[in-house]
């Protein structure tokens, strides 16, 4: 979507946008669920867990970054990434109003 673009909608619902672009990857979905069930991940440890390239989920996780899902530590020569409460809670929000929000009424 061009900048231009953004100007039409409101920063919720960009920031929706964002968030749900990021989100909306299978790999990137993966990497979350995995970084959640070792409560913290060293990027190595994807690389073999999901057989993709140490390129490609560099930039995958890069992508989380973005949207502050994840953070992640400098240890030795590896970095160690684990989910951000405070944005994972957000989001959650977040999405649990964007679909409480609206009531359909009729059936199409």
Same mark, same amino acid.
Request: aromatic fraction near 6%.
């Given at each position: 979507?061009?900048?231009?673009? %953004?100007? /039409? /909608? ?87 109003? /964007? /679909?409480?929000?609206? %009531? ?5």
């Amino acid at each position: 979507m061009g900048l231009t673009k %953004k100007e /039409f /909608f409101t920063d919720e619902q960009n920031k929706l946008a964002a968030t749900l672009k990021a989100l909306s990857h299978p790999a990137r979905i993966a990497i979350l669920q995995h970084i959640i069930s070792q409560d913290a991940c060293i990027c190595n440890d994807l690389v073999h867990e999901l057989g993709l390239a140490q390129a490609t989920i560099s930039q995958h996780l890069k992508e989380l970054k973005n949207i502050g899902i994840i953070k992640g530590n400098i240890e030795g020569t590896s970095v160690c990434y684990c989910i951000d409460e405070k944005v994972w809670k957000q989001i959650k929000i977040e999405l649990n109003h /964007f /679909f409480t929000d609206i %009531k359909i009424e009729k059936s199409c």
